[in-house]
């Protein structure tokens, strides 16, 4: 069950629909699917009323289910967990700020930011879980911690010590978190 992302799909494949039918504050109709999907798919479109105004949005579903309430029920019982992650990611990462011109610059642009999610999710969890840092998302990780001058220590290619800038008011603790990450700890 995923939700349409065009405004101007989801207006056109309103005028196709033969039949409204009323949910509490909408009502939603079903259309033929617009392309080729290459599976069995439904379409639904659902119209409601905003500042006087009719506003249309459009689902697509792979599910089978007896009624049009059913598939309307699926998607307003979803989780919010992916749309948070996905906008926390966007802030933290700064996803929304950078495009690259060229589509393989910007397949690249997203696979690093992946890996730079990867990442923080695994410092997080070994790292951060269990020090005041806990209640840190992604966008204050990266601003707050990450963001701290310090330097890296090497002998004989292992990571030694970090040594942070101590002027900063989260470098101590952020130091003893590094020290239990880095020792697999």
């Known amino acids: 069950m995923a939700k349409g ?34 599976r069995p798919v439904r379409v639904f479109v659902k119209r409601r009323l905003k500042k006087g105004q009719f506003r249309h949005s459009y689902y697509v579903s792979t599910l089978r289910w007896p009624s049009k309430q059913h598939y309307l029920a699926c998607y307003d019982d979803r989780g919010g967990a992916e749309v948070e992650q996905f906008r926390s990611d966007k802030d933290g990462l700064g ?4 495009r690259k011109r060229s589509l393989l610059g910007q397949k690249g642009y997203i696979l690093l930011t992946d890996l730079a999610h990867n990442l923080l999710a695994e410092l997080y969890h070994h790292a951060l879980v269990g020090t005041r840092f806990e209640t840190y998302g992604p966008k204050r990780i990266v601003r707050d911690l990450l963001a701290i001058p310090g330097q890296l220590v090497f002998e ?29 700890g």
């Open 5 to 38: 992302m065009s405004n101007r799909r989801a207006e056109a494949l309103a005028r196709k629909v033969r039949r409204w039918d009323a949910y509490g504050e909408a009502w939603l109709g079903e259309v033929p699917p617009p392309t080729d999907y290459g």
């Open 95 to 98: 996803l929304a700020a950078r």
């Open 156 to 184: 004989q290619g292992r990571l030694v010590r970090v040594g942070l800038l101590s002027l900063n008011q989260n470098a101590k603790d952020l130091a003893i978190c590094l020290e239990r990450f880095c020792s697999g």
